[in-house]
């Protein structure tokens, strides 16, 4: 099931916890996210990890907005686009499936609720059951985001109760480190990746703050791929500031690199996820 192949290099540039104020190099325009989106695929990445933000670079899911960043990334970059479907902890249910509407090729989609630092990450069954059939019915890949070992025992029961996703892979990303979650240690991860499906094809870990390097290494010896960006860490070490999110996927690649797994190209992540031509 597992194959220590190629490396897919995910991008998740923006978030939705961040502030602009606070983060001023953070791409919150879509000129910015565009211009972020080509420096990271030529760095390496394969695969984008949507969050938009409105004129006010505050989080938004507005379905126009939406629309237009998928078609400005496929006019400028050959990425796989994946939307969150997550949004931000106070993003209604409701909003969060009309992302769909936006046509990716990918979304995420979480499988539980979960602590999220001070709020609370809204994940009910019967939104992940409705979600999973959206995915489904209009094909889109989901990739299923972990962020606890419940998580993993939920994907279980979606793949027995629902059948396969769209196009017949079964693509996975750990989010470890974050306050209410597993934690981002390797030992965490070894214990997640243990207690994965069967059907899993392929799987993803990211590790927030000063988790993220823990967490790749291990990834990478696992036979994993690596999620990497500003959503989920914005120092490069202690004190040293990520200043453009193309540092974070060379440094990625470089590890990728290093592990003798080099970086996918972006055939090579439709393929492995079966994404389907639009
Ligand atoms: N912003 C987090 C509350 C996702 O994109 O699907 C949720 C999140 C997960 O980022
Ligand atoms: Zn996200």
């Given at each position: 099931?597992?194959?220590?192949?190629?490396?897919?290099?995910?991008?998740?540039?923006?978030?939705?916890?961040?502030?602009?104020?606070?983060?001023?190099?953070?791409?919150?325009?879509?000129?910015?996210?565009?211009?972020?989106?080509?420096?990271?695929?030529?760095?390496?990445?394969?695969?984008?990890?949507?969050?938009?933000?409105?004129?006010?670079?505050?989080?938004?899911?507005?379905?126009?907005?939406?629309?237009?960043?998928?078609?400005?990334?496929?006019?400028?970059?050959?990425?796989?686009?994946?939307?969150?479907?997550?949004?931000?902890?106070?993003?209604?249910?409701?909003?969060r499936l009309r992302v769909l509407d936006a046509d990716p090729d990918s979304c995420s989609l979480t499988m539980g609720t979960v602590n999220f630092g001070d709020g609370v990450f809204m994940n009910p069954w019967p939104f992940v059951t409705e979600l999973y059939q959206l995915t489904q019915d209009r094909g889109v890949v989901p990739e299923f985001?972990?962020?606890?070992?419940?998580?993993?025992?939920?994907?279980?029961?979606?793949?027995?109760?629902?059948?396969?996703?769209?196009?017949?892979?079964?693509?996975?990303?750990?989010?470890?480190?974050?306050?209410?979650?597993?934690?981002?240690?390797?030992?965490?991860?070894?214990?997640?990746?243990?207690?994965?499906?069967?059907?899993?094809?392929?799987?993803?870990?990211?590790?927030?703050?000063?988790?993220?390097?823990?967490?790749?290494?291990?990834?990478?010896?696992?036979?994993?791929?690596?999620?990497?960006?500003?959503?989920?860490?914005?120092?490069?070490?202690?004190?040293?500031?990520?200043?453009?999110?193309?540092?974070?996927?060379?440094?990625?690649?470089?590890?990728?690199?290093?592990?003798?797994?080099?970086?996918?190209?972006?055939?090579?992540?439709?393929?492995?996820?079966?994404?389907?031509?639009?």
């Amino acid at each position: 099931m597992l194959t220590m192949s190629k490396t897919l290099i995910t991008v998740a540039p923006t978030g939705a916890e961040t502030a602009k104020s606070q983060c001023p190099q953070l791409p919150t325009t879509l000129d910015e996210l565009v211009e972020t989106a080509q420096r990271c695929e030529a760095a390496g990445a394969g695969l984008i990890h949507v969050h938009i933000r409105d004129a006010d670079h505050q989080p938004t899911l507005d379905a126009q907005r939406l629309r237009d960043t998928v078609a400005a990334l496929r006019e400028k970059t050959s990425l796989v686009v994946q939307l969150s479907t997550g949004g931000a902890v106070t993003d209604p249910l409701a909003d969060r499936l009309r992302v769909l509407d936006a046509d990716p090729d990918s979304c995420s989609l979480t499988m539980g609720t979960v602590n999220f630092g001070d709020g609370v990450f809204m994940n009910p069954w019967p939104f992940v059951t409705e979600l999973y059939q959206l995915t489904q019915d209009r094909g889109v890949v989901p990739e299923f985001e972990l962020f606890d070992l419940g998580h993993v025992a939920a994907l279980h029961r979606l793949l027995d109760k629902f059948g396969p996703p769209f196009g017949g892979r079964v693509h996975c990303d750990f989010v470890m480190g974050v306050p209410g979650g597993m934690p981002g240690t390797a030992a965490a991860l070894v214990a997640a990746v243990a207690a994965l499906p069967s059907g899993v094809t392929s799987w993803s870990a990211t590790g927030i703050g000063r988790t993220a390097l823990p967490v790749a290494m291990t990834a990478l010896a696992c036979g994993g791929h690596l999620r990497v960006g500003m959503e989920d860490v914005l120092t490069l070490a202690r004190g040293v500031p990520v200043e453009h999110n193309v540092q974070l996927v060379t440094r990625a690649a470089g590890l990728a690199e290093i592990a003798q797994r080099p970086v996918m190209s972006t055939d090579e992540v439709r393929e492995l996820l079966q994404v389907k031509a639009r």
